[in-house]
């Protein structure tokens, strides 16, 4: 709503008030555009059927690889789309050269049979004992997660087709067995980690959850293979490693819950969607195969459904098969489930507002999206509702023609209709009335021809402003709990909103003496009106006006402006304040002189009263008071020049030039080497003095222990002087005191012995 | 006159020459090294006069490094000299070492200085 008074200030200013009613109307659209867009939460429909048509097109009879076959394949079967493209003959061709080639890999050959298991080609050609031989090999010397997860992948892929076993069993007496499954069970799960995450192999230090997922799987698949029972207690180690693995679970300021990993390495980075999609694909097979409960609270369930959900229609393959495929994982779970555990088919709430098609469409443009859902209806589902509470008056004048209801629409994630259950408003807030409900476990009346639920808002004289409904939904049967998740509470933000009405408007002019009134007009604020008032620096100006609520409540509103504009473009914002039930405003011309800077003449008069509840909010001119003020003194402030275009403030700035020192001059290079080489006459000056001189080493210790000493004195200068060479070259001051540290005792020590023999020696010396 | 003045000159000089032909070799050679230091000091401000100041610390950590060892090599002379009573008792080796040590905490200062 902020923007619409942006908006609408804008056009004023570019003078376009003629259009301004038509602009408003545009600008109330786009606001409520702008908040539906915030989530919308819609379950699997139509729009993903069109999207899995435009994202996965074969090209030339393919999809391309057989991983992104099977991707292809898989969607279109859980949308029920399978018999869209004809892909067979040239697939299954692939299919067979990937099953019949000894070059391939475990990863193709998981995926030929993948295909295979949708497509069912020619199986007499397959030699699929070979292929389980080779597979149960692979799973002997298996010892990276990966290589665990195809094997068995494609071992469960070759035993799950009854009708291949059938075949094979009859033909050579063959059936995939695994012999070992304790070991290989034990193998995969001691890559564990004790947060409930997975290592890739045992060297590899990272651990993730994307593995963790795949481990699953590849557990789900080893206990389904077994020859004899798998060791329960070890299921039930794994069961607590699923709820521990669900404790890390990341969330979103929406509700909504998903997996992540942190990546060293960005060559394998998983999206968070590739990476809850491994987890709900893992805990839903090992959930499948393992009997008794598993304690997953169905809120982080509900959570993780909603998170695919939230992606709404996604625009790359990928996304789209991992988020079809997770969501069927969660939905068809139940059909195979024979255990009383807790994952898990969900049904998400929707709310949404039903809408006849009879009614008038003027109102229809401020909400953003419309589905037909039954022919006869129009649904929108969105986080942020647009609810009329008028619709009780509108029904006086209009009769039967508007018919709003907030209604309840409640589905599994792909749309299916939810069993008997209630739905229940438990709370309503409104915004002004903070922590105390309005409303309490209101029950939702159920509409058995649209299965729908609704509330009728007229009973319960909800007033106009922002409320947070908060439903739960409780199902009839006590069986049916086990098998769905409905989330506990479910929270949606409304606004209500409504036409509010102003009375009692006024605007005086009053004497300075005790307020008698000089003028009085009476203000009709529905429609543009233009008084004329004079006035003069001892009077006073006084507006007043009554805002009430359909219900008959004060109104508060965000904004409620008063402006004063001269003729000059100097402007005036005052606030008006709200007294009692109504909205006063008092000017006192006098101490107002020095603030309007003693400009007399026209003053126009505009007023603002806007809300995001209020449908009638506007931006209004009155009309225009004459005021005449006193002469300015000498010393009066002049008033700031306005700027001459306010679309300048978008415009680009000034650029900004950066100013460099610059460098400082330096001699010619010649120069500076003539004087470097100058330096060194003195010095060999003073070699040159010493052999002059006749300096010799006649006092040099001749005696190897002094003579060491005397060396290693010398070195020992020559080394501090280096340090300093180097301290001054590359080193920092601590490495070099440091270094010190070592050199100057080492120094202190033959110094000392050098000088105290040289010291004897002369004392000798003096002394002979 | 001007004549009289330059043999006055000349005569000074040889008598300065002789008196200070008596000075022992080893103070001849502190002599010899502070001359070598100061001109080396001098080269440098020389040049300094030449091509102006900058780098300011590079030209000042390099003519204090030379006056801070001739007035170093002053102060060893002093020590080591045999007229001076003052310093009689004092081994002309301890005065040594005291001048390499000063020696080294001035280089170590300037090397720091000279950025």
């Not at chain 1, 020095?594 to 126009?604: A, C, M, P, V």
């Not at chain 1, 001189?693 to 280096?722: C, R």
Request: contains cysteine; glycine residues 6%; neutral net charge.
């Amino acid at each position: 709503m902020h923007s619409l008074f942006q908006f609408l200030r804008i056009i004023d200013l570019a003078g376009m008030s003629r259009y301004r009613w038509i602009l408003a109307l545009l600008a109330i659209f786009y606001s409520s555009l702008s908040i539906c867009t915030a989530s919308i939460v819609r379950p699997i429909s139509e729009s993903h059927r069109s999207a899995a048509l435009e994202l996965f097109v074969p090209v030339d009879e393919s999809f391309g690889s057989l991983e992104n076959t099977y991707e292809a394949l898989r969607t279109f079967e859980i949308l029920g789309l399978e018999k869209t493209y004809d892909i067979s003959r040239a697939t299954c061709k692939a299919v067979l050269e990937s099953l019949g080639s000894s070059s391939s890999t475990t990863k193709d050959l998981f995926y030929a049979l993948k295909v295979n298991g949708i497509l069912k080609c020619q199986i007499e050609a397959i030699n699929f004992e070979g292929i389980a031989t080779n597979m149960l090999a692979v799973l002997k010397n298996a010892n990276s997660l990966p290589d665990f997860y195809y094997a068995i992948g494609s071992l469960l892929l070759i035993k799950k087709k009854p009708y291949f076993i059938d075949n094979l069993a009859q033909k050579h007496g063959f059936e995939v067995i695994l012999p070992d499954s304790d070991g290989a069970f034990h193998s995969i799960k001691a890559l564990s980690q004790s947060d409930g995450r997975w290592r890739y192999d045992s060297n590899g230090a990272e651990s993730s959850t994307y593995a963790a997922g795949m481990a699953l799987e590849a557990l789900a698949g080893i206990v389904y293979l077994a020859d004899s029972e798998v060791d329960q207690s070890m299921i039930g180690v794994v069961k607590n490693d699923i709820v521990k693995l669900f404790d890390i679970i990341k969330s979103y300021n929406d509700g909504t819950l998903y997996f992540n990993d942190k990546y060293v390495h960005s060559s394998d980075y998983k999206s968070p969607l590739e990476i809850s999609a491994a987890v709900v694909r893992g805990v839903t097979s090992f959930a499948e195969v393992s009997s008794g409960k598993l304690n997953i609270p169905g809120n982080k369930i509900l959570g993780l459904a909603k998170f695919f959900l939230s992606i709404g229609v996604p625009g790359s393959s990928k996304d789209l098969f991992h988020q079809i495929e997770s969501l069927s994982c969660l939905e068809n779970n139940r059909k195979v489930s024979f255990n009383a555990f807790v994952v898990i088919n969900l049904f998400v709430l929707f709310f949404l507002l039903l809408q006849d098609l009879h009614s008038t469409c003027h109102l229809t443009s401020r909400h953003c999206s419309f589905i037909d859902i039954k022919g006869s209806t129009q649904v929108f589902y969105a986080d942020l509702y647009v609810i009329d509470v008028n619709f009780k008056f509108r029904l006086c004048c209009m009769a039967v023609e508007l018919n709003w209801f907030p209604k309840v629409d409640v589905t599994t994630v792909f749309g299916a209709a939810a069993p008997p259950l209630t739905v229940k408003l438990v709370q309503a807030f409104n915004s002004n009335s903070e922590g105390k409900p309005i409303i309490e476990n209101q029950e939702l009346h159920f509409d058995k021809e649209n299965s729908i639920h609704y509330l009728d808002i007229a009973s319960l004289k909800m007033d106009v402003g922002k409320y947070k409904l908060i439903f739960e939904v409780s199902l009839h049967n006590l069986e049916d709990e086990s098998k769905y998740a409905t989330g506990g509470l479910t929270s949606f933000s409304a606004f209500f909103t409504g036409s509010i009405k102003i009375d009692k408007g006024e605007l005086a002019i009053l004497n300075s003496d005790g307020g008698s009134a000089e003028t009085i007009e009476k203000l009709d604020l529905s429609t543009d009106s233009s008084l004329s008032l004079s006035a003069n620096h001892l009077q006073k100006f006084r507006l007043s006006f009554q805002l009430t609520t359909p219900l008959g409540h004060t109104f508060k509103p965000h904004q409620v402006f008063l402006k004063l504009r001269h003729e000059t473009k100097v402007e005036h914002l005052f606030v008006i304040d709200s007294s009692a039930r109504q909205y006063k405003l008092i000017l006192d011309f006098l101490g107002l002189v020095e603030k309007f800077y003693y400009l007399s003449g026209k003053y126009d008069i505009e007023l603002t009263v806007g809300d995001s509840t209020m449908e009638n909010s506007f931006l209004r001119t009155l009309g225009f008071v004459e005021l005449d003020l006193p002469e300015p003194p000498e010393k009066a402030a002049q008033p700031p020049p306005q700027p001459a275009d306010p679309y300048l403030r978008y415009g680009p700035k000034e650029e900004i030039t950066h100013i460099f020192r610059a460098p400082e001059k330096r001699p010619p290079k010649e120069l500076s080497l003539a004087f470097l080489a100058l330096t060194f006459l003195p010095l060999i000056g003073f070699i040159i003095g010493l052999i002059r001189l006749g300096v010799n080493l006649k006092f040099f210790p001749s005696s190897p222990g002094p003579a060491a000493f005397s060396i290693l004195f010398h070195a020992g200068i020559a080394a501090v002087l280096l340090l300093y060479g180097l301290f001054w070259l590359k080193l920092d001051l601590f490495t070099a005191l440091k270094a010190l540290c070592f050199l100057g005792p080492f120094l202190i020590f033959v110094g000392h012995r050098t000088l105290s023999y040289l010291a004897s020696t002369s004392a000798k010396l003096k002394s002979s | 006159m001007a004549k009289s003045t330059s043999s006055d000159v000349l005569t000074l000089i040889r008598s300065l020459r002789s008196a200070y032909a008596a000075t022992p070799t080893n103070l001849k050679i502190i002599d010899l090294y502070v001359v070598f230091a100061i001109a080396t000091a001098v080269i440098q401000v020389v040049y300094m006069g030449i091509v102006g100041s900058f780098p300011f610390n590079s030209f000042l950590s390099g003519v204090l490094s030379c006056v801070g060892t001739a007035v170093l090599a002053v102060c060893l002379r002093i020590q080591v000299n045999k007229e001076n009573k003052e310093f009689k008792d004092l081994p002309p080796e301890r005065a040594f070492a005291d001048f390499v040590l000063c020696n080294l905490v001035l280089h170590l200062v300037i090397m720091n200085f000279l950025g």
